[in-house]
């Protein structure tokens, strides 16, 4: 399964530097490995973090044709701008492990394999704790 992580933040809450070290820290290759069945072929989140005042809402869409879940993860703009970047790690690492597998869930992908699939984030996010 393919594995996207991307961010769309102001650059002061370094949001961008905790997306690096996930795709450093193997998450990409190690999902690559894995299959959870032909339900969903790929994973993108976007990890936002804006300013309150535009706005922005989550969106989750799911394209049928390329088996492509895309989600917004919303992080809070204040909480991420006066913390070092272990705290911003170990914070969004719990927000993803606690998004991600409920947002699947949501949609009951007849073919997808969710326990392990869960297992395996968790492992994996759970490095940056």
């Known amino acids: 399964m393919d594995f ?3 961010t769309d933040s102001w ?3 370094k949001i961008d530097k905790v ?3 996930i795709i450093d820290k193997g998450a990409k290759l190690f999902f690559y ?3 959870y069945g032909g339900s969903v072929n790929k994973i993108a989140i976007i990890l936002m973090c804006r300013e309150p005042q535009l706005k922005f809402k989550q969106r989750i869409r799911f394209l049928k044709q390329e ?3 895309y989600m917004d993860i919303m992080l809070d703009y204040y ?3 006066d913390v070092d970047q272990k705290t ?3 914070q969004v690492a719990e927000k993803l492990i606690a998004e991600v597998p409920a947002i699947i869930a949501k949609y009951k992908f007849p073919d997808f394999d969710l326990p392990k699939f869960e297992k395996d984030f968790k492992k994996i996010m759970g490095q940056l704790l």
Request: proline share 0%; glycine share 0%; hydrophobic share 45%.
């Open 19 to 21: 997306a690096d070290v």
């Open 11 to 13: 650059w002061e809450t």
């Open 67 to 69: 088996k492509i879940l």
């Open 4 to 6: 996207f992580i991307t």
């Open 88 to 90: 911003r790690e170990r």
């Open 79 to 81: 909480k991420f701008m």
């Open 33 to 35: 490995k894995k299959n």
